[in-house]
């Protein structure tokens, strides 16, 4: 069935440093995911997505990474910031499905 | 300007009410979500909406009726409210299909019900 995990509730790292979070899917149907950030008290923020047809995309201080062999999806944040504490994340979907399917989520904390 | 609002934020009613939600978006997109978020931050869907068609019914209870009165509403409302009924459930909204494929999911920001 479809399943979409991650492999750390929680990462605590420390500000300045990067951020890497990982993401495993298991429906080899997917051609589209996405990240997003959630606050506390807020609706899920729209980080950055990425195609099957790509291994690879850039945002401003992210970057997505996808390996379909293992099916595997990861987001890479740059110089973390306080602004970066939140939980994060991974969904997919595929061509012809009306849902994105959520993974459990990981709390990204900044330390001083 | 916001893109997609839901009401109430907070909702607190007792075992056994009937509450609505409402949910609406002015990003003229064709596809709308109920999804429902549980205390472990869990994020699942319960329906899908598009051009005010039901698409995705996840087995969710009969107690649980979406409505649709045209594209850019979707309302949810809960018969027989239950203590497990408590949650964050969440209104979204997407441009899926066409050649582009799927797009971002736009949310709202929530509304906590609490069934007492």
């Known amino acids: 069935g479809e399943n979409v995990g991650l492999h750390l509730p929680t990462l605590s790292v420390q500000e300045g440093d990067n951020s890497i979070i990982n993401c495993a899917y298991s429906?080899?149907?997917?051609?589209?995911f996405i990240w997003y950030k959630q606050e506390s008290g807020k609706g899920p923020q729209f980080i950055i997505d990425?195609?099957?047809?790509?291994d690879k995309r850039q945002g401003q201080r992210v970057t997505v990474l996808l390996n379909k062999t293992v099916k595997h999806l990861s987001l890479q944040i740059a110089a973390t910031q306080p602004g970066d504490s939140a939980v994060y994340f991974c969904?997919?979907?595929?061509?012809?499905?009306?849902?994105?399917?959520f993974g459990q989520g990981t709390r990204l904390t900044i330390n001083p | 300007d916001t893109a997609v609002s839901q009401t109430p934020k907070y909702l607190v009613t007792q075992m056994g009410n009937d509450k609505s939600i409402k949910c609406e978006q002015n990003l003229g997109h064709d596809t709308m979500y109920w999804y429902k978020q549980d205390s472990k931050k869990f994020l699942k869907i319960m329906f899908s909406?598009?051009?005010?068609?039901?698409?995705i019914n996840e087995t969710v209870p009969n107690r649980f009726s979406p409505k649709s009165p045209d594209k850019a509403h979707l309302n949810l409302h809960i018969n027989s409210l239950e203590l497990g009924d408590s949650a964050v459930y969440f209104c979204?909204?997407?441009?899926?299909?066409?050649?582009?494929?799927?797009?971002?999911?736009?949310f709202g920001q929530g509304t906590r019900l609490t069934v007492v």
């Open positions: 969904a997919e979907a595929r061509q012809g499905a009306q849902k994105l399917v």
């Open positions: 429906n080899s149907a997917s051609d589209y």
């Open positions: 909406y598009n051009n005010k068609e039901l698409i």
């Open positions: 990425i195609r099957s047809n790509m």
């Open positions: 979204a909204s997407s441009q899926v299909g066409g050649t582009g494929g799927w797009t971002e999911a736009f």
